[in-house]
């Protein structure tokens, strides 16, 4: 279907997230000597091999003991580290959560909770593994920076970003392929929305997996007169309200697009920035209250509700109640 | 700073635990038991034992730290980080109360000086340690880096998912201590959940253990932390099993677990301090 759309994004190539992590890491260990590296026994899934490689005396390997990794990066941070830790976002956030609340958030420590294997994207392992909190959990701790890129060059952006900021950093990624269709090298700017297509008739907010799925659908609603803005929202916490409110003033609506459930989420995030600020219909599109299960990524996403169509579907709803 | 003499150290002690029973008396909460209980330990460790620097930075750099893992016998350590030079001990009298640096468990939110993590959710002080530990080691700072923990609080499954990386990454700059006061909020830890051998557990992690018996006897604490640095820095952690009695220095107050959380009355708190000598001066 992508390939007969008049896309306003598109791509060459496609990789993983979480391979954008690891060359991200890899950069951020090369320009900053403080930069220190832990895992608990998900070396090649975290895509962390060749920073352990390069540096080895600056990793640290925790076995499958992942309080014990949270409260280590902690401890790091006081020496002057700047440590990131990596395991996949269910172990780094709901396993974790009070370590994370005591040792990092509230202690204020300077760790980088790097969190791979995020949503239904994770595929055939199951609901066991795919988290769908995770972005709620984090953005409700005071002092926590929560940031959901799309691709692989926004998340090595981010990855590298992350690394010059001072104070903790939830950073979600995930592990299917897919396509790369923001620029190389490009400045990641934590808590600035990036509007990426103009539109007038409703606002699509989308992070991680699913802003592709909204370049998509963007171009679907056009081929039916809808005229459609884009927002990538990579930083769920602190929220863009600017932004956010700016274009919500214009089309007068809003979707909200997520690998989340729907409590907790950015739609919520949103939801609560027009309510407080500018009232205005919204829908959203995420998981409605349950667990995942397996599957290939596009099918869950379709099972789901989480693809192109069903934003189209949002938008159209939405339109209804302007 | 200057290593205060074994007659000294008793002396501040005396006035430590007098802070401790007039800051929990005055907001009638806080935790005195295990705070009394690890008087000698913390005088001990801050008077004479810990290369430390009481105006406050956050890095430590080239100092010993200091991680209090059950954070709920603060009043000790506030005491002791006061009487040490950290912050007025008159500060001492805003404990547990609104707009203090003093919270009920230590934090960092407030920028107390001394403290350099938060605590009180019991079993993440070691972890955090280990950190501090492995950070001095990249920065070639051969400083050591102390915890100390509940004995109840070893049922916490994190404490041994520490221990066992402690051991295996050879964190042999790392001195844990373990209050083995024997009592936890609902009884006896026999009762409760029985620790059975500390010493052989963590030996069995790969950890040298060393026995403080008389953790209330202030020679012996000191020749425990003595013999616990001795054996640092030889590839392994170290685990000092402090043998305590919960109150000790009130003789209502010892021995028991009853006074766990529980702050004295009026009456009470007169008659624990005619049994402590004014030393330093009450803040």
Not at chain 1, 90 to 104: A, E, K, L
Not at chain 2, 216 to 239: C, D, R, T
Request: hydrophobic share 40%; proline share 4%.
């Amino acid at each position: 279907m992508e390939n007969t759309l008049d896309l306003k994004f598109t791509y060459t190539d496609k990789k993983d997230t979480r391979s954008g992590f690891g060359d991200g890491l890899l950069e951020a260990g090369r320009r900053n000597p403080n930069v220190v590296g832990l895992c608990a026994d998900l070396i090649g899934s975290l895509k962390m091999g060749a920073f352990q490689k390069e540096f080895p005396e600056r990793f640290f390997q925790t076995g499958i003991a992942e309080a014990n990794m949270m409260g280590i990066a902690a401890g790091l941070t006081i020496g002057g580290k700047i440590p990131f830790t990596g395991t996949f976002a269910n172990f780094s956030t709901g396993r974790v959560y009070d370590q994370i609340r005591q040792s990092i958030a509230y202690s204020g420590k300077n760790v980088k909770i790097c969190a791979s294997h995020a949503g239904l994207t994770l595929g055939e392992d199951g609901a066991t593994h795919q988290i769908l909190e995770d972005l709620g959990m984090m953005k409700m701790l005071p002092h926590m920076t929560v940031i959901n890129p799309c691709d692989y060059n926004q998340t090595k952006a981010a990855t590298l970003a992350i690394a010059e900021h001072e104070g903790p950093v939830y950073l979600r990624f995930g592990r299917p392929v897919w396509p790369i269709f923001t620029p190389a090298n490009q400045k990641f700017e934590i808590g600035k929305a990036w509007k990426m297509i103009d539109g007038k008739d409703v606002t699509i907010f989308a992070t991680g997996h699913l802003v592709w799925e909204a370049v998509i659908a963007e171009a679907m609603l056009r081929e039916e007169g809808i005229s459609a803005e884009v927002i990538n929202i990579h930083t769920i916490k602190p929220l863009d309200t600017e932004a956010i409110l700016d274009s919500v003033a214009k089309t007068g609506c809003a979707v909200s697009a997520e690998e989340h459930q729907y409590n907790g989420g950015l739609g919520d995030s949103i939801a609560q920035t027009l309510a407080r600020h500018h009232p205005a219909p919204m829908e959203y599109v995420g998981v409605d209250d349950s667990f995942g299960e397996s599957g290939t990524p596009t099918q869950l996403l379709e099972k789901y509700g989480l693809n192109a169509a069903n934003i189209v579907k949002a938008v159209k709803k939405v339109l209804e109640r302007k | 700073m200057e290593k205060q003499s074994i007659e000294q150290l008793q002396k501040i002690a005396s006035q430590v635990r007098r802070d401790i029973l007039r800051m929990v008396h005055a907001v009638q909460s806080g935790h005195p038991g295990a705070s009394l209980g690890c008087t000698e330990f913390f005088v001990a460790l801050y008077f004479n034992q810990l290369n430390h620097n009481p105006d406050f930075k956050m890095d430590g750099k080239g100092e010993d730290l200091f991680f209090l893992s059950n954070g709920h016998i603060s009043p000790v350590w506030y005491s002791v980080l006061s009487r040490s030079g950290y912050f007025s001990p008159e500060e001492m009298s805003t404990f547990r109360k609104l707009n203090s640096r003093l919270q009920g468990h230590p934090a960092t939110e407030e920028g107390l000086p001394g403290i350099r993590i938060a605590s009180g959710s019991l079993g993440q002080g070691m972890s955090v340690a280990i950190g501090a530990a492995q950070a001095k080691k990249i920065n070639g700072d051969d400083s050591t880096v102390y915890v100390l923990m509940g004995d109840g609080e070893q049922e916490e499954g994190q404490v041994w998912e520490a221990a066992m990386y402690a051991a295996h990454w050879k964190v042999d700059n790392l001195i844990a201590t373990i209050d083995l006061n024997r009592q936890q909020i609902d009884g006896p830890t026999k009762e409760i959940m029985d620790l059975i051998d500390l010493r052989a557990k963590y030996e069995a992690f790969g950890w040298e253990v060393v026995d403080t018996l008389e953790g209330n006897n202030m020679s012996s604490v000191l020749e425990g932390l003595e013999k616990a640095k001795y054996m640092s820095s030889q590839g392994k952690p170290v685990l000092n099993l402090l043998h305590t009695e919960m109150g000790y220095g009130v003789d209502f107050m010892v021995g028991t677990h009853k006074w766990h959380g529980v702050a004295p009355n009026d009456e009470q708190l007169a008659d624990a301090l005619g049994q402590l000598a004014e030393t330093l001066g009450d803040y």
